[in-house]
Structure formats: C-alpha cells, structure tokens
C-alpha cells in the first residue's frame, strides 16, 4: 500500500543542510520564520565528508551567535601564515597588520555544531531524502521529495533557497536565458591526506617550490592536514605513503621547514575551479554558497562565503516576508556578489602566485618569484593578503 502524499506550507524551503542550508535555517528561526531543510545526503555522510578548515573571524561570530562556542574550545586562532618560497619563510603577521585572526576549525565540526543546534531548537531538517525536485519557482515554488521512511512529500513556500552544493539541482532549474555563467579552469588538482601525526608548524605552510605548491595544515594535536599541487586526474591508489611525503618534503623543505610524518589515513584528488551564477535569484528561488559560486581552495574561502551569503540571504527575506518589500531580494545578489568576487580575485591571486604549472618557464617560475617577494617585502602587499585572509565586513544593506 502507498502512503498518500504529505503536504505542507512553510515560509522557506531549503534544498541543503550543509553549513549554508543549515545556518540560514538558523538565523530564519531567530527571527520568528519557519524553515525546513531537506538533504538527499546521510547526516553521517555529510560529518564525514572532509574540507577546508580555516573560519574567518565573521563565520566564528555567526557560530558565536547561538550555535555553539565549541569552536573557542575546541578551534585555534590562528594570527598568521607561514609562506614559504626561495629558500625561507615569511611570516604574514595578519594580528599585527589588521588587528584580526583566522581559525582553525574544520567544516565538518561547523556541520556538527549546526546540525545539534537546529536538533536542540527543534528545527524541521530531513536527511537521506530522495526525488528530489522543485518547482513554481515564479509563483510559488514547491520542493517535492521522499522522506528517509519512503513518505512522499509536497512542501509549497513562500521562498525557496537553494543551498544545495556546487551541483545544485536547483542552479539548474534556472532557465538559461535568465543567467550568466563565469568560470575558471585550472591546470591542477590538490591531492589532500590526513596523516596521523603531530602538527609540523604552530602554523599553516603554504609553500611554493618549483616542484609545486603545498599547504600544511592541521587538524588535531594527532591528526594533520596536508595538500600538494598534482594533476587533475591523479589517482589516489597511484600514492603511496612514501610517495606522499616524498611529494610534499620537497615542496617544503627547500624553504627551511621540516615535516613531522606519519601514517596517511585518508588521500583525496580535490578538484579546482573558479565559478560564479548570477543573478542568485530567479523568482523567488534565492542561490546560495556553493550553489551560486565555488573558489579553489587556496585561501579557504568557500565556507566562509557560503555563510556571509546566508547572513545577508536571511536579512533579505526577513524584510521580504514581514516587511512584505520584494525588493529586498533583488538587493541578495549585489550585497552577495560584492563579496564573491573579492573572494574570486583572492583565491585565484593566491592559487597562480604559489602553484606551477607544466608549461612554466623560466621567466614564469622568477616572475612568480618577484611576485612573492613583493607581497612579502612591502607592508602594503602583506596587508592586502592580511585583510583578504581574514575576511571583509558584510556589505550594509544601504551601501
Ligand atoms: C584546510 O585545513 O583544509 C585548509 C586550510 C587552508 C586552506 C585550504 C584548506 O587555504
């Protein structure tokens, strides 16, 4: 026997309880609006899937803000980089240059602390749902999916919000005319391992050798982060253990660092790309974080624009619903964007000023050089990298 079909109405539906889906329902409910998340994903699934790890002080406050403290006890603020070229490192002082931090918190602790906070709050999330599909997004849109107990269910809202990762079904629900594509390829990957190790820098490495770039991170006083520039379409089973620390002591250690090693417990090929939709509106389906745009991953950007996009996605719709002013959602894209691509600008700077590519010359690797030096050797080049790093305010509403 099939069950008969579930429906319901809901101020906002959101395709997407990743950090993105999940702060916005958090924030909506602050102010009194009901929400419910949906995620074709396993919570478990979701907690397990690793990336960036570095919060700009902006996405520590949002947490701070009724989350959860946990990323002051279990998080480490960071107040600079190591980055490391031609034989040595220079210390980027970010406290000292612009009076702000960066912290060490894993995406997937920010997913935990979301998930127990909208569990504790009593918020409507679904995880392993399936048939997912939207529609109506002119008038309005109606999110279809099957609850994890095969119960079909119809949920019409006022907005629909997808926050449903860079391969949205709900970015491609927007017809083409009504949208412009950027993009940006890159002629690299980034293989990513957790090793069980000790931390080999009080701080994050980013390293440019002629060999290629790494980045050394951290994870935990055991657990440690690390990435190596490789090709697109390395295969992980190709690296071994000591083909991987092979790889990345000699990214680093010509710049005077030393690797504490260890057993690799988990190897990824990370793919690379810059990308950007817009508007992020269409009718009233609003896009957000990864759905609208991803960055590379140099300079850990991607989270922390999912959340400002959803800071000032849920100051919008506040005024929309109870203000009854539509033309707050037409402000979303412009306050979102002016951020995105300062980010855009951010992660590519970062990502061709410290990789290398096959094709480099001679004069590519010293103009590189040159690059570096001049970031690292004037005041106003390690502020600008100070300032990106650690987040931009969110543009005012009246700006
Ligand atoms: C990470 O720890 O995963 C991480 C940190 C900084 C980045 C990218 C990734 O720029």
């Known amino acids: 026997m099939t069950t008969p079909l579930q429906t319901s109405r ?86 000292e ?7 060490l918190y894993p995406q997937t602790d920010v997913f935990i602390d979301l998930a127990d906070a909208r569990e504790r709050d009593g918020g409507d999330v679904r995880f392993s749902v399936t048939d997912v599909s939207v529609d109506d997004l002119l008038g309005s849109p109606v999110m279809r999916f099957t609850d994890a107990d095969g119960v079909a269910h119809e949920v019409r809202a006022d907005y629909l919000v997808g926050a449903d990762g860079s391969r949205s ?113 269409y009718g009233n389906m609003l896009l957000a974080g990864d759905a609208a745009h991803t960055v590379p991953p140099t300079g850990a950007k991607g989270l922390n624009l999912a959340l400002a996009d959803v800071k000032v996605l849920a100051e919008e719709l506040e005024i929309a619903i109870k203000g009854k002013d539509l033309s707050a959602l037409d402000r979303y894209t412009e306050r979102a964007l002016d951020r995105v691509w300062k980010a855009q600008h951010f992660s590519y700077w970062m990502t061709s000023m410290l990789h290398t590519h096959e094709n480099a010359t001679v004069f ?25 790093y650690t987040g931009w305010p969110i543009a005012r509403k009246d700006a």
């Open 97 to 103: 240059l612009v009076g702000a931090s960066a912290y």
């Open 169 to 281: 079904i709900c970015r491609q629900a927007v017809p083409e005319a009504e949208r412009t594509q950027y993009f940006h390829e890159y002629p690299f990957a980034w293989f990513g391992i957790l090793a069980e190790a000790p931390p080999s820098s009080p701080e994050l490495i980013y390293s440019r050798s002629d060999d290629g770039f790494a980045l050394i991170s951290q994870r935990t006083e055991t657990i440690q982060r690390m990435y190596f520039q490789c090709d697109p379409k390395a295969n992980v089973d190709d690296y071994s253990d000591d083909r991987i620390w092979d790889e990345l002591s000699k990214r680093v250690e010509p710049n005077g660092f030393t690797l504490k090693t260890g057993p690799v417990v988990q190897k990824t090929v990370l793919p690379f790309r810059s990308f950007v939709q817009t508007p992020m509106r």
């Open 364 to 388: 590519d690797n010293r103009r590189q050089l040159g690059e570096l030096a001049m970031v690292t050797g004037s005041e106003h080049g390690r502020r600008y990298l100070a300032e990106a």
């Open 10 to 95: 809901v101020p906002v539906a959101i395709v997407g309880a990743g950090p993105a889906g999940l702060m916005l329902s958090h924030l909506l409910a602050r102010v009194g609006i009901e929400s419910i998340n949906i995620d074709i994903r396993s919570r478990k699934e979701i907690e397990e899937t690793h990336r960036a790890g570095i919060l700009e002080q902006g996405s520590v406050d949002m947490l701070l803000d009724g989350v959860s403290d946990r990323v002051l006890r279990d998080g480490h603020r960071h107040d600079g980089i190591e980055l490391g070229f031609g034989g040595e490192g220079h210390r980027i002082n970010f406290r």
